[in-house]
């Protein structure tokens, strides 16, 4: 029940945070530096595999674009 | 006269109709411009001593390479398919002790925790086909994706289709994503040796695979007492299925800042325990085959040549909950150095919980070269039913050796370097170099685990 609480809280943070940022308007001719590969919200392609590792040798998965199923790990 | 006033007008109006329509026409920017791509490799390695196949003790060893292709086709302005084909090779010194008793440094071939046997289980590989479909709508405020996923290895088979959708707005400055997937795999499923011979003799160890085989017990006295836990039995359910649902809303802040925030929650059914994976129980007696004088030492890596008979295949509920949820936070520092990071807190309710920070400082060296160090810590609080070798009680209901759902934290570094040629100047006919990345990473357990991994990434536009 504890860890579920937690849960809630961190969920209300953000959702919080949403609310407060989320009226933030860039014109598209500023958003140059936005549109930098670099600043993409997402892991790399390159990324992949090692998340795949982690996902294997790690007890925690999702939340990062990568699988969440689709293979045993059992080497 | 009002006659001709009413088809200049009705003129006008078609004109100005077809213009808008060419207009239309003109501005609506192609998602993908031309066919994409990409040669994904890596190779990975790693070195253990908690192998989860011999219950929690020997040697991890593993290497890995890892070729993909990903080709990606616009079919029309608006609707991209993309091909993602990749197989997996890997050599893995625990996954061939499923069978450590048909290679070894003596005479009976009994080999140890210690040291891979070249059993079938050593090599595998591991294939993969994903098909990936979005359209776009005209204003490009609207995604819609669909996936359909196979994978094959040599003890399990996965199937998977998934559907999302992503809708932009205020100036697109704000998205909200929400996807889900399904995956419904099967078991092949591959015993510890001794345990499926023991059912095909039908619990006689003086017959069928054991008739040559002496069984040691803890004092190395040969005896015949040895069996699996009572009611062992191999596994009835063989279905793995996940179902997911993912809920994504990134936000831009500033000019040189944004950030997204996502929640998965995902729910796993089925046979969720692997039935390789050996327990051992220290409420009930050891027995061994190989050489009685290395039961000493047996916990030792001088140990080449005895094996503990397994109790039991590592068992775990028919369920498990997954919640993980977190942030990416990106920020433009200036023309050379962007900050990129993200954070994930998960829960699930087997007992695990971790945190996972990654930072990585991209810098631009030129127009053309990026290089980018990165940063990971990882830390997870260890599963209700893991406990390390022969330290599990064989009155529980749920047991597992597997050091992945320990106790334990870890630390990553990564290098990358990235060429980027945006006007694709080097050509062999049609098909132009768009970029080439590297990284490596370096991984380690405050266990005795580490790894490492070198990937690489070609990109080719074709025009």
């Known amino acids: 029940m504890k860890k579920f609480n937690q849960v809630k809280n961190l969920l209300l943070f953000f959702v919080l945070v949403n609310s407060s940022v989320s009226c933030a308007s860039i014109k598209e001719y500023e958003k140059v530096n936005i549109n930098d590969p670099d600043m993409e919200l997402s892991q790399r392609q390159i990324c992949r595999f090692e998340t795949n590792f982690q996902l294997y040798r790690e007890g925690s998965s999702g939340g990062n674009g990568g699988k969440v199923g689709g293979g045993c790990g059992c080497n | 006269m009002k006659k001709n006033v009413l088809l200049f007008l009705l003129l006008i109006c078609g004109l100005s109709f077809s213009q808008d329509k060419v207009k239309d026409k003109v501005y609506k920017k192609r998602v993908l411009e031309s066919i994409e791509i990409d040669f994904l490799t890596s190779y990975y390695n790693q070195e253990g001593n908690n192998a989860s196949v011999t219950g929690g003790i020997g040697n991890e060893d593993l290497q890995d390479f890892s070729p993909t292709i990903v080709v990606s086709i616009p079919l029309s302005d608006d609707d991209v398919i993309s091909l993602d084909l990749g197989i997996s090779t890997y050599t ?313 759902l320990s106790t334990f934290n870890s630390n990553q570094l990564g290098f990358g370097l990235k060429y980027v040629d945006i006007f694709t100047k080097f050509k062999i006919w049609d098909v132009g170099l768009k970029s080439i990345d590297l990284n490596y990473s370096n991984y380690k357990r405050n266990s005795d685990f580490k790894s490492s991994i070198v990937s690489m990434a070609v990109k080719f536009i074709i025009d």
């Open chain 2, 92 to 404: 893995s010194a625990s996954s061939s002790n499923g069978n450590p008793f048909d290679a070894g440094t003596n005479s009976d071939k009994t080999s140890s925790p210690w040291y891979a046997s070249s059993g079938a289980s050593k090599v595998d590989t591991w294939k993969n086909l994903n098909v990936d479909y979005s359209n776009s709508s005209d204003d490009r405020n609207t995604i819609i994706t669909a996936n359909i996923s196979s994978a094959t290895e040599w003890d399990y088979e996965s199937l998977g289709f998934g559907a999302g959708i992503t809708k932009l707005f205020n100036n697109k400055n704000t998205s909200v994503s929400l996807s889900t997937k399904i995956y419904l795999d099967k078991w092949i499923p591959i015993y510890p040796k001794e345990l499926d011979a023991y059912l095909d003799a039908e619990g006689n160890t003086n017959s069928g695979y054991f008739a040559n085989k002496t069984i040691f017990n803890q004092q190395g006295l040969s005896t015949n007492k040895w069996s699996p836990l009572k009611g062992f039995g191999l596994i009835n359910d063989k279905s793995r299925n996940t179902y997911s649902i993912s809920f994504l809303f990134s936000q831009i802040l500033t000019k040189n800042t944004q950030f997204a925030f996502f929640i998965d929650l995902i729910k796993q059914q089925g046979w969720l325990a692997n039935p390789l994976q050996r327990v051992y129980f220290s409420d009930l007696d050891n027995f061994y085959i190989g050489n009685p004088s290395s039961i000493s030492i047996y916990t030792s890596k001088l140990n080449k040549d005895v094996f503990h008979l397994a109790d039991d295949i590592e068992r775990l509920p028919s369920t498990r909950i997954k919640i993980p949820i977190g942030m990416r936070f990106n920020y433009f520092l200036n023309e050379n150095l962007t900050l990129r990071s993200y954070y994930r807190y998960y829960y699930d309710d087997w007992g695990i919980n971790s945190h996972t920070l990654n930072l990585e400082l991209p810098v631009k060296l030129s127009d053309k070269f990026t290089f980018y160090p990165s940063y990971r810590f990882y830390s997870q609080s260890k599963s209700d039913y893991f406990e390390p070798y022969d330290k599990l009680l064989s009155s529980s209901k749920y047991y597992t050796s597997d050091y992945d």
